[in-house]
């Protein structure tokens, strides 16, 4: 079978699925050699089953607002592969949600769990529910009756969920309260935990602390640092925040954040302030940034506009899929930009990509970047079952040291012949390779 034979295929098998398709093509166009060059993944047809999810559940999620008004919301969870250990994903929770997103979550989300080194395989859940000025009574029944669902079908063995857009601390307490409930069981079933009931130090940072990690081992094969960098951010979400406080903490920059509404720039980079008020921002269930430059003169608000015009060292996007596209590559480009690293799933269309990685910048996709806030919760999993608790120092050295070897990874195997490190290409390969042995090795299952 050629490439395009085989995307044909996954194309007709998986109609109106836009997401999971760019997705598939992005990864399986990278190991297409690896896999055609080993008679073991031939023969165990290995490429037809790793993009086909194990199980995909869909639900119907009932709730009552607080008029006594009822709503129904669909409720996802894709177990994508379990070939290295339990399924492990977040729960997101935006009216954007549908199959098409879940299954490219789920199965990016296989590759990048492979990456950590740690023993978990892929999976990704969600709701079309909207939480925009729904009250805290009203997350809450939502949260319940998505669980009341889901807990049939996961377990600390079995499948770990986490959070994602629209999914933080207090959603996590809704949906384990829930779980503990009706299982009757104190267990390590989802990560993201509050501190006092089993979750983990570091973890509310994790994924930005990781990005930024990242970006500084990138930054180090052309022997630079991040000092005196500036840094566009796109988000103001959980991802944001905590890569704000790691850029400013290692002396960068922060200059740009953005919303639905717009981007605020702020000249001489972020406070320590500026940074604490994205919690408040995020918590709010309000969506527009406007509301930062309001709060600080400092900050000029760009409506409508998205952050990639301005000129600066590192572009980081980090709100969700497809929201960086050729134009904006064209106008990072034209400002110089020496380095672009993905801290959302899939955050740059295959075209802003190409440009990127033509023009042979620093270019990082998220599977490897934003792999710190799982590997973080693969670490809460192992505090979970050996029932106690590590310092912040522990855990924040650990998920260093993943993040080194993350980009290590991708070094051993996207080195090109010109020395370009082509980190998507090493992000696939190191992460499919270990998945697809595992497959092989526990037969057909
Ligand atoms: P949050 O909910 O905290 O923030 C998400 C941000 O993205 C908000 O600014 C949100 O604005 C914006 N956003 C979400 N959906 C859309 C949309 N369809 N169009 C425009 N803007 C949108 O989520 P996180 O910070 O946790 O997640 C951000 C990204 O990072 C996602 O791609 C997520 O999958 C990824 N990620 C998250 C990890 C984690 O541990 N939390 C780990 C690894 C990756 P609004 O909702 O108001 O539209
Ligand atoms: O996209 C992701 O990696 C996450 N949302 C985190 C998943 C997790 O299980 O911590």
Request: charged share 25%; glycine share 10%; proline share 4%.
């Amino acid at each position: 079978m050629t490439f395009k034979e085989f995307m044909d295929k996954v194309a007709a098998k998986n109609p109106g699925e836009p997401e999971f398709l760019q997705a598939v093509k992005e990864v399986i166009e990278t190991v297409w050699d690896a896999y055609e060059s080993n008679p073991r993944f031939v023969k165990n047809n290995i490429l037809e089953r790793i993009v086909e999810p194990e199980r995909t559940i869909i639900f119907r999620v009932p709730w009552m607002d607080d008029k006594g008004e009822v709503h129904v919301n669909r409720g996802i969870r894709v177990q994508f592969n379990s070939a290295i250990g339990p399924y492990k994903g977040g729960i997101r929770f935006h009216p954007s949600v549908n199959l098409s997103i879940m299954k490219f979550l789920g199965f990016e989300q296989t590759f990048k769990n492979s990456l950590t080194t740690l023993p978990m395989g892929g999976g990704k859940g969600g709701s079309d529910f909207d939480a925009r000025g729904r009250s805290d009574a009203e997350v809450m029944r939502f949260c319940q009756s998505y669980m009341a669902e889901l807990y049939r079908y996961i377990g600390p063995n079995t499948d770990v969920p986490a959070g994602d857009i629209g999914v933080g601390a207090r959603e996590i307490g809704y949906l384990f309260g829930m779980y503990k409930k009706l299982a009757n069981e104190f267990t390590g079933v989802m990560t993201g935990k509050g501190r006092t009931w089993g979750g983990s130090l570091i973890r509310p940072e994790a994924t930005g602390f990781g990005v930024i990690y990242f970006v500084q081992e990138m930054l180090k094969t052309k022997g630079q640092t991040l000092e005196g960098k500036k840094v566009a951010l796109s988000g103001f979400g959980n991802v944001a925040w905590g890569a704000a406080q790691k850029v400013t903490e290692l002396g960068g920059k922060v200059v740009t954040i953005s919303g639905p509404d717009g981007y605020v720039y702020v000249k001489d980079g972020f406070t320590n302030e500026m940074i604490d008020y994205m919690k408040v921002l995020r918590s709010s269930n309000n969506d527009r940034v406007k509301d930062f430059a309001d709060e600080f003169p400092s900050a000029v608000f760009h409506a409508g506009k998205r952050p990639w015009v301005e000129k600066v060292d590192v572009a980081i996007p980090a709100a969700t899929q497809n929201e960086l596209d050729a134009n904006d590559a064209k106008a990072l480009m034209a400002n110089g930009v020496p380095c672009v690293c993905e801290a959302a799933n899939m955050p740059c269309t295959p075209e802003a990509m190409e440009i990127f990685m033509k023009a042979k910048i620093l270019f990082a996709p998220g599977k490897a970047a934003n792999a710190g806030g799982v590997a973080t919760s693969g670490l809460e999993m192992t505090q979970n079952s050996m029932r106690l608790s590590w310092s912040s120092e522990e855990v924040d050295e650990k998920l260093h040291g993943i993040m080194r070897n993350i980009h290590e990874a991708c070094v051993a195997s996207g080195t090109e012949a010109d020395g370009y490190i082509n980190y998507v290409k090493g992000a696939n390969i190191a992460g499919f390779l270990k998945v697809a042995e595992a497959m092989c090795d526990q037969g057909i299952v």
